[in-house]
Every structure is written in structure tokens, then in C-alpha cells.
């Protein structure tokens, strides 16, 4: 059962970070980068990413590599 995921403007999320083969921190690395602002929301599942400095992501994330940050 896929778990579906409620995402509006304005939400702040954290990212996925995915594992990167070399890094020596083993299990210790971050998992998860942000939190950022969903700026857009496509139809398709994407979302298009601000961080709190107001930078835009150049590629919309998947709303399946985010989760919800509660502040």
C-alpha cells in the first residue's frame, strides 16, 4: 500500500539525501537536508524547492524524497 503524501505551497519539508558510496561517516551521515520551502507543485508529484535564503533548486525533487518539517 503506497502511503499518499499531502504537500500545499508554503510547506516547509526536509530532503532525502541519498548515500553517497565514499563517505566515511558510514551510518553516522545527515539523511536528510533542509528545511526548504515547497515554491511550486506539478501535477506530475514534483515540487520545486526554496531553501529559508530565498536560493531556488534548479530541479524539481519528487514529493516521494520529502517529508514534512514541523516547526
Known amino acids: ?6 504537500f500545499q505551497k508554503g510547506d516547509l519539508v526536509l530532503k532525502v539525501l541519498r548515500g553517497l558510496i565514499n563517505d ?7 539523511t536528510w ?4 520551502f515547497i515554491r511550486d507543485l506539478t501535477r506530475e508529484g514534483a515540487a520545486w524547492l526554496t531553501n529559508l ?13 520529502l517529508k ?3 516547526a
Open 1 to 6: 500500500m503506497v502511503k499518499r503524501r499531502k
Open 24 to 30: 566515511l561517516r558510514g551510518k553516522f551521515r545527515p
Open 33 to 36: 537536508s533542509g528545511p526548504s
Open 53 to 65: 535564503d530565498g536560493n531556488q533548486f534548479i530541479e524539481p525533487i519528487n514529493v516521494d524524497q
Open 68 to 70: 514534512k518539517f514541523y
